[in-house]
């Protein structure tokens, strides 16, 4: 399984920038997506997630009502739309394809295989 990170960059605060995430090696829609991110110093962090089917979408109450994701199954893509970007948003980002896991009311990815990661800067 390969995952093809792409579309950061350097970016101002307030601005957008959509990553995108190309799958191959497996059955994609079979399986759930996510991003998380590692900024420097910290660990990394569960950014969104969305269900194999796309019918159900996760955030991390950081990015919630900035942030969107998706994903095109006819495409093997998982997108992941940053609006109102902050410099606390600044982080390489990273896709993972695999399963979802809840606890209690929050859901996340485990993930069977991970992307290159790309970074994003947000800064004036």
């Known amino acids: 399984v390969q995952l093809q990170a792409s579309g950061g960059g350097l970016v101002q605060p307030g601005g957008s920038l959509r990553l995108s995430c190309a799958a191959s090696?497996?059955?994609?829609?079979?399986?759930?997506m996510g991003w998380f991110r590692q900024a420097p110093g910290k660990e990394r962090e569960f950014v969104a997630g969305?269900?194999?089917?796309?019918?159900?979408?996760y955030y991390t109450d950081s990015v919630k009502g900035r942030f969107t994701i998706s994903r095109d199954n006819a495409k093997n893509t998982v997108y992941l739309q940053m609006n109102s970007l902050k410099p606390e948003d600044t982080a390489v980002y990273y896709c993972?394809?695999?399963?979802?896991?809840?606890?209690?009311?929050?859901?996340?990815?485990?993930?069977?295989?991970w992307g290159q990661g790309t970074l994003v800067t947000v800064s004036s």
């Open positions: 090696g497996r059955a994609y829609g079979r399986y759930a």
């Open positions: 969305i269900t194999w089917s796309g019918d159900a979408t």
């Open positions: 993972g394809q695999g399963s979802g896991v809840r606890s209690g009311n929050s859901w996340s990815l485990r993930a069977d295989y």
